[in-house]
């Protein structure tokens, strides 16, 4: 049988890309070094065998893939999960076989030890009430009289501790793969066939979870000249315990979360999960569900492929400024990618690095921010007429200058003072934004502006046909269907009321369910979202800002219609269709 040996092999990938709900689609280049040869049956092709890896336990069913780099001179035959390697404890020096002896020659070696009951500790029982341990084996005591006493360096809920073991206490040892609980890594057996000269390169790639990045910002605000500096951060965690600190070429870091179908199903080259188990996974679907035990959150589609980048040297001092960090930032498809280069993951070491470019001396506006969704329900038609109150918020706006998009994400607001320090003032939330276009972010609620929103339904309904559909009745005959919809007005108004002694501007955003009529003033943006499940009215936000007067007030007047089934008539209009034609039958 072959077993694979993972000689030289670099983990370090070369390019990831990143999504924000925990998934990651990694790419690491490997070298095909043939371990094996088989002939073919008619004994004219050799086909060579070889071991790459590591592969993470929970790889998306479906991504884990292997192409080579000359697909011409590279006949890539199978991928299957290789045989699990027995690690081996290294044999002492001389004629000293005891557990203590066999520690000293494993120091710096992952063991699994079983520990005769008495031993204090916490640790799982193992068999006859005796304690199992895991860990490195860090020190031991050297050899002669006294006592015979070890440390073993253990992980537990990712904390890692020292374990002072008496030697003379243990009952079985074994050499275990370097790595952490529930984070086991695998590899691949490669069947492929070379024509060309070397040994070929490749590039092993998946999708994964334990990778994921959470964006944030900070805005230094100097409220004496009206500007601010922006700065973005992204923290980037790492759950795959084979990345030990290498940089990365390329880390695209993308704003969404793609759809992906068996975002819990875990493909059978990674997990090893037998043909009856798989087959019961995949019958439910996306319903199917099989966890990796330090999995980070949910979903996405396979990642367009990204370039590979090799890591150069660097030359000399002053172009250290330019080794890592921000590469760029580019769309793809209906996602943007916040690109760096060369950046250091390292297991279980939580990064943090700037996703976008400084940018200072952006002109800010104190505006008062009113969102009307918090006070009337935009999800369904307003029935009976409404007042409500709506909370005003102080708040800023400035244009998004960074040229790249502004993702969802935490933002740090601080004031600079005087002696050119900063203060705290309060965290808020960064929306979505693009390029160019106006960021508002709230600071605090406001007693000195309020406002009122009413909604008045008008009592009279207007019913009008949408739709005729002609249906056939007989060999030669049709009938037309209508359908009828009624259209039911309403009118609304947005009072402001400004007690402050300064005139004031105001944003507001509403997500109207239904069709605008017409507006005074005129709304300053809109975007439409989505209709409803019967496609009669669409949900569209829309933004109006307004100039409120000193110790005065000013409004928004709106109508819109909601649209809604005539049932009664419909019903109507179906039971006269089928009155038709069963007549004609007879």
Known sequence: QFLPTMNNQNNTPSSVVCFKNGFSFVTVPVVLKAEDTEKSEDSKVEIKLCSIGPLPSFAVHGTVGLQADKPECVKIFSLSKASKVDEQLTVPNGPDFSYHAFLEANLDSPVRINVKDGNSGNSQFGNSGNFNYEGTVKWVQPSGEGPKMAILETTENMMKFDKLIDTSKIVHLERIMRGVPGYESSSLLVRYLNRGDGEPACTL???????????????????????????????????????????????????????????????????????????????????GQ???????????????????????????????????????????????HYNLKNVPLKFNQPLSIPFIEECDNIEFEDIYYLNLDNVSNSSRPHNDDEQSSVEVKHAITFKNISGQPLTTAPVSIL?????????????????????????????????????????????????????????????????????????????????????????????????????????????????????????????????????????????????????EWNRAMNNSNSNSSNRTKQSEAV
């Open 290 to 336: 099989i966890y990796h035990t330090r999995a980070a959150p949910r979903m996405m589609s396979q990642a367009p492929g990204q370039g590979l980048f090799g890591g150069g040297q660097i030359a000399d001092a002053p172009e250290m400024v330019e080794a890592e960090g921000i590469k760029g930032g580019e769309s793809v498809q209906d996602f943007f």
């Open 205 to 287: 790639s998946y999708l994964t979870k334990g990778l994921t990045w959470a964006p944030s910002y900070s805005i230094l605000m100097d409220t004496e000249n009206k500007t601010i500096k922006l700065e973005g951060k992204a923290c980037l965690l790492c759950d795959l315990p084979f990345l030990n600190g290498g940089a990365i070429s390329e880390i695209s870091l993308v704003a969404g979360e793609p759809k992906m179908e068996f975002q819990h199903l875990s493909d059978p080259l990674a997990s090893g999960v037998s043909a009856s188990d798989f087959v019961s996974q995949l019958g439910g679907g996306h319903g």
């Open 415 to 563: 004031a600079k003072t005087k002696e050119n320090n900063s203060k705290f003032m309060v965290q808020g939330m960064m929306k979505f934004t693009n390029a160019a276009k106006n960021a508002t972010i709230e600071i605090t609620r406001t007693m000195d502006v309020q406002s009122k929103f009413v909604v008045e339904t008008m009592k009279e309904r207007k019913t009008e046909v949408i739709n005729e559909v002609t249906e056939v009745t007989g060999l030669f005959g049709a009938a037309s269907k209508k359908q009828y919809v009624d259209t039911v007005q309403k009118h609304a108004k947005v009072v402001i009321m400004n007690s402050k002694d300064v005139e004031i501007k105001c944003k507001i955003e509403h997500q109207l369910y239904g069709h605008l009529q017409e507006s005074t003033p005129e709304t300053k943006d809109k975007t439409e979202r989505q209709s409803n499940h019967q496609g009669l009215n669409p949900t569209t936000k829309y933004v109006w800002e307004v100039q409120v007067p000193a110790a005065g007030k000013a409004e928004v007047n709106f109508k819109f219609c909601v649209k």
